[in-house]
């Protein structure tokens, strides 16, 4: 019995939680500041993904950001001139909150992110 306690105590310490990734998600949304829904992935998903879409020329081009969670990191550039899209990923939870992709994170966007998440829990009750 005391060895069966034994190797129940070290199995159990020796046990390593998993914590699901949590991603920022939006879908096809002209700002940045409209991705700020945070979502649990499931088990499969290793990825966050950032998706930005210029669409025009000039003033007038319309910029789009979709975030999600993916199982795999399909990383592109393309350029067409009047359409060009970008798409990144990481592999952290809340990695994904910056809505430009070629731009480095700063410490003011990652403030302002952690800030819009905690209102937005905050708002919701949680």
Do not use: Q
Not at 54 to 61: I, R
Not at 96 to 110: C, E, F, P, Q, R
């Amino acid at each position: 019995m005391k060895a069966f306690l034994v190797a129940l105590l070290a199995a159990v310490l020796c046990t390593e939680r998993v914590y699901s990734l949590k991603c920022f998600t939006c879908n096809d949304e002209p700002s940045n500041w409209n991705c700020i829904k945070i979502t649990d992935c499931a088990e499969t998903d290793k990825y966050c993904l950032t998706t930005y879409t210029k669409t025009g020329l000039g003033e007038k081009a319309e910029h789009r950001i979709t975030k999600k969670c993916s199982p795999d990191c399909s990383r592109s550039n393309w350029n067409l001139g009047i359409v060009a899209t970008s798409t990144s990923c990481c592999e952290h939870s809340l990695c994904n909150i910056s809505g430009a992709s070629s731009v480095k994170t700063s410490y003011t966007v990652m403030a302002t992110g952690i800030l819009a998440s905690l209102i937005y829990v905050l708002r919701t009750g949680l």
